[in-house]
Antibody
Framework: EVQLVESGGGLVQPGRSLRLSCTASGFTFGDYAMSWVRQAPGKGLEWVGFIRSKAYGGTTEYAASVKGRFTISRDDSKSIAYLQMNSLKTEDTAVYYC????????WGQGTLVTVSS | DIQMTQSPSSLSASVGDRVTITCRASQGIRNDLGWYQQKPGKAPKRLIYAASSLQSGVPSRFSGSGSGTEFTLTISSLQPEDFATYYCLQHNSYPHTFGPGTKVDIK
């Protein structure tokens, strides 16, 4: 069974950094692209970014709203995807979902990030 | 960036009704579109991929159609567990973009 478990969310002040982790199980992690999607409270879904599998270069793509501030990486030996978030803004407050596949197929349960002073 | 619109933004329907949701892309995206269902407090779940292919395990009352710029999700006979918000997602080009969602609630 595919499982994706996000961790690392919490309350952080504007301008600070936070790193989210997504621990995967139930499939060969290295074979799949991984994405992050977020959802602000009471709002719709927003695609954040994506990392290709190593077979496709392991390169990344980002939404304009986070480009230059957020970085997605992966550790295939540990089956973990990361979302490094720097220079956080109040508008980054959201539930962050880790997802598998291109296009998005399976979803984790999400982790809440609150950016507030 | 490709903009996605959905109509209607919300609808009220009864159990057994046929429901159709439309998603439009600002430019052609071939069939690079999926449909997702989200219930309150839960993660989304994929229903349809490649515009018209049913995700494994999803009931056959869900179907998708379309290509290019106009797509539809149809629920042939609405069931109580189908009351949720539905989103389309294009993956034809970066950034991938979601539609704003369609909330289906009980009439």
């Amino acid at each position: 069974e595919v499982q994706l478990v996000e961790s690392g969310g919490g309350l952080v002040q504007p301008g600070r950094s936070l790193r989210l982790s997504c621990t995967a199980s139930g499939f060969t992690f290295g074979d799949y692209a991984m994405s992050w999607v977020r959802q602000a409270p009471g709002k719709g879904l927003e695609w954040v970014g994506f990392i290709r599998s190593k077979a496709y270069g392991g390169t990344t793509e980002y939404a304009a709203s986070v480009k230059g501030r957020f970085t997605i990486s992966r550790d295939d030996s540990k089956s973990i995807a990361y979302l490094q978030m720097n220079s956080l803004k109040t508008e980054d407050t959201a539930v962050y979902y880790c997802t598998r596949g291109w296009p998005v197929e399976y979803w984790g349960q999400g982790t809440l990030v609150t950016v507030s002073s | 960036d490709i903009q996605m619109t959905q109509s209607p933004s919300s609808l009220s329907a009864s159990v057994g009704d046929r429901v159709t949701i439309t998603c439009r892309a600002s430019q052609g995206i071939r069939n690079d579109l999926g449909w997702y269902q989200q219930k309150p407090g839960k993660a989304p779940k994929r229903l349809i991929y490649a515009a018209s292919s049913l995700q494994s395990g999803v009931p056959s009352r869900f179907s998708g159609s379309g290509s290019g710029t106009e797509f539809t999700l149809t629920i042939s006979s609405l069931q109580p567990e189908d009351f949720a918000t539905y989103y389309c997602l294009q993956h034809n080009s970066y950034p991938h973009t979601f539609g704003p969602g369609t909330k289906v609630d009980i009439k």
